[in-house]
């Protein structure tokens, strides 16, 4: 039995999926791509998989590619003439002889090349409502452990042993 399971995501393409991500990305790209990172770093940190996000360079004169971490996610940008689906596909192939692996992408074709590779495959649709959900799912979290109050002692006590150290500190 595979135990771990990979989620790679064709960035560009889940961004321009995205109408938040969209609308965002016609304004500055860069915000767009830290607004999906800052999304997916929250999502893996609930589902613990191993995530990688692929972005496209391809057209990038001279790149030689580049793979960073940002929390628990590897974030890559391809070389020159190698594309993300290139790419996701590559990995796709390496991975799943040993790993769970799913891919989201809306390209149909890329779609096609990842199942027939024995991938699963979630669409940029798919991806958000789980994001969204996992979002929904954090906030309720923290507004149910938010502090009473400022947090005080004396508001997280019964009313007997409140009402003793209100007396010690009247000093009566």
């Known amino acids: 039995m595979k135990n771990k399971d990979y989620l790679l995501v ?3 393409n889940i961004i321009f999926a995205w109408e938040e991500l969209k609308n965002l990305a016609n304004e500055s790209l860069e915000a767009a791509k830290r607004k999906l990172i800052n999304h997916l770093c929250n999502y893996q940190g609930t589902k613990k998989m191993n995530l990688i996000l692929v972005f496209d360079a391809y057209k990038v ?4 590619g580049s793979i960073t971490k940002e929390g628990d996610i590897y974030i890559v940008y391809t070389k020159e003439a190698e594309t993300a689906d290139q790419y996701i596909e590559k990995t796709t192939n390496e991975l799943k002889k040993n790993y769970n692996v799913t891919v989201a992408t809306s390209d149909g074709l890329e779609q096609i090349i990842i199942l027939s590779q024995g991938a699963l ?3 940029a649709r ?3 409502l789980e994001v969204m959900a996992n979002n929904k ?3 309720e979290k923290i507004s149910q452990n938010k502090p009473v109050k400022n947090n ?3 508001d ?3 009313k007997k042993s409140a009402e003793f150290l209100e007396q010690l500190r009247l000093k009566r």
């Open 10 to 12: 064709d960035g560009y």
């Open 61 to 64: 004169e001279g790149g030689k």
């Open 121 to 123: 495959r979630m669409s």
């Open 126 to 128: 798919d991806l958000y």
């Open 137 to 139: 799912h954090i906030a």
């Open 152 to 154: 005080m002692l004396i």
């Open 156 to 158: 997280n006590l019964d």
